[in-house]
């Protein structure tokens, strides 16, 4: 099947059609900008309609025994396999992924369904003891119902997933929105997953749509308890506020400012690894990406003369070429972002250490160094292929500098010595903090969130169950109460 032609609709209540809006989102390849596909936007009626099924068929999936439950999740990770080349193709075609990141996105997309077969069986429930004689205290965990899930373009298949499978899982309903770069492998990629899986009709919506078209309705109806969202901060605190209106829940996943720091007795080779993956992954479009590289001034010439040779020999163009590393970004808006934060270092008084230039969306790697201490460039999230280069004396002020942003998500610490690299992450204000690796990194059962700008709550494991379920408590009275009047 071709996933472009097949997958350009919406699908509510297990039915796939066209949306009734006024305009379509055009979906175009972003490295040589063919059309992949016209999708008519879906209406605020047709998001009502996508709640309310989800709504109706909750209940009776709610009910359903979780060891039969957990075989929607085998057979749904059997279609990923089974479909593995196509969907590939689909993140290349779609995002401007290259076959490495196609690869990854796919791996941890089978990881988090591997451990949705299995979280159907993780909530438990409790026996509490009272201070009343004959009361028993029963402590259930249930679904909260239905849930709202709003997917970024960057990882649209796995950031989907991640949330949308859990859910299901846990006994949820569940209506997506996909970014409207990433229709498909964001959005109506994952409804035919499932659809092939045989969950029932009804419990997972997708609607293609935009708030030019639907304004905050996704957030503000009465039907979702719990909104996932996935993106910037500038728009995760937008629908942090309307949760809040409307006492919805939200778990917010957004941007990040990630510091990889090298203290003066690590493998240098070994962290000039680490750190160009960290800042180039995905052409840097990556929430815990390495925005700032931080280097003890012991080790700084060394390290930038291996980093900076390294990255000029990235190579950069058709994300379809098996050699490429660095693809287009997701829109012309996103690489003229990327060129003018280099613009505006130099401006600044940077140094350019590489210089890459722009051609369409495709924008070759920079490394810039000497910025001013208090240039804002220091504390933004650059969500392009652009490393920053900071030099440091000692622990203590790579402590500071590393702290000097209102993000907290994600940050790696390279030493010789690992008590010391994490008596260091222990001192990081942000969520995550890997020794010895790199900054980009997620596990089905590690919690992951941000601190600060970075977000709110956790997703994955034990954090996925707290999230998308809630308690309810049953009290049994055994014999007879007494009562003051």
């Known amino acids: 099947m071709s996933f472009f032609t097949d997958l350009d609709q919406q699908y509510i209540d297990g039915a796939w059609r066209p949306g009734s809006g006024s305009w379509d989102i055009i979906d175009f390849n972003p490295y040589d900008g063919e059309k992949l596909a016209s999708i008519t936007v879906a209406t605020a009626d ?24 957990r075989l929607v999740f ?59 004689d004959g009361k028993e205290n ?7 119902g239905v849930i709202g899930v709003i997917s970024p373009f960057n990882f649209p298949f ?83 506020t309307v949760c809040a209106s409307q006492f919805k829940h939200a778990v917010l996943e957004l941007g ?45 010439r060394e390290f930038t003369e291996k980093f900076t040779a390294k990255v000029r020999g990235l ?17 012309a808006s996103q690489a003229d972002a990327a060129t003018q934060i280099v613009d505006q270092a130099l401006a600044e008084g940077a140094t350019a250490l590489v210089h890459g230039r722009a051609t369409g969306n495709l924008v070759e790697p920079s490394v810039l160094a000497g910025l001013p201490d208090d240039s804002p460039l220091l504390k933004q999230e ?32 390279h030493t010789g010595n690992i008590e010391r690299g994490v008596a260091f992450a222990r001192r990081i204000d942000t969520a995550m903090m890997h020794v010895n690796d790199s900054t980009v990194h997620d596990e089905p059962l590690v919690p992951f969130g941000g601190e600060k700008n970075s977000g709110t709550g956790r997703l994955n494991g034990d954090a996925t169950v707290e999230a998308f379920t809630t308690t309810k408590w049953i009290s049994i009275q055994h014999g007879r109460s007494g009562f003051p009047f």
């Open 46 to 69: 047709e998001v009502d309609q996508a709640y309310r099924a989800a709504e109706r068929a909750q209940r009776e999936w709610a009910a359903v025994n979780p060891y039969s439950r």
């Open 74 to 132: 085998e057979r749904a990770l059997r279609v990923v396999e089974d479909r593995e080349e196509e969907i590939a193709a689909a993140i290349t075609a779609e995002l401007g992924g290259t076959r490495t990141k196609a690869g990854f996105e796919l791996h941890l997309v089978k990881e988090f369904l591997r451990d949705a077969i299995h979280l159907a069986l993780r909530p438990e429930g409790r026996l509490l003891p009272s201070p009343i």
């Open 138 to 144: 029963r402590v259930h965990r249930v679904p909260v």
């Open 158 to 240: 796995l950031l989907s997933m991640k949330s949308v499978a859990p859910a299901l899982s846990l006994g949820n309903g569940v209506v997506l929105k996909p970014h409207q770069n990433t229709p498909v492998c964001g959005g109506t990629l994952v409804a035919k997953v499932f659809e092939e899986a045989g969950l029932p009709p009804g419990l997972l919506n997708v609607v293609v749509t935009d708030i030019a078209e639907i304004g905050d309705v996704f957030l503000t109806h009465p039907v979702p308890k719990v909104i996932s969202f996935t993106g910037s901060d500038r728009v995760g605190r937008h629908v942090a």
């Open 256 to 300: 990040g400012n990630s510091a990889l720091t090298v203290l003066d007795d690590a493998d240098i080779d070994y962290a000039v690894d680490a750190a160009v993956f960290s800042r180039y992954v995905h052409q840097g479009q990556v929430c815990m990406a390495a925005n700032r590289i931080l280097v003890d001034r012991a080790v700084e």
């Open 315 to 331: 190579k950069v163009g058709d994300p379809a070429d098996p050699e490429t590393v660095i693809g287009p970004l997701i829109s």
């Open 382 to 413: 650059i969500f392009g292929p652009v490393a920053v280069i900071i030099p440091f004396d000692g622990d203590d002020e790579a402590v500071r500098i590393a702290n000097d942003t209102p993000y907290g998500l994600s940050g790696a610490v």
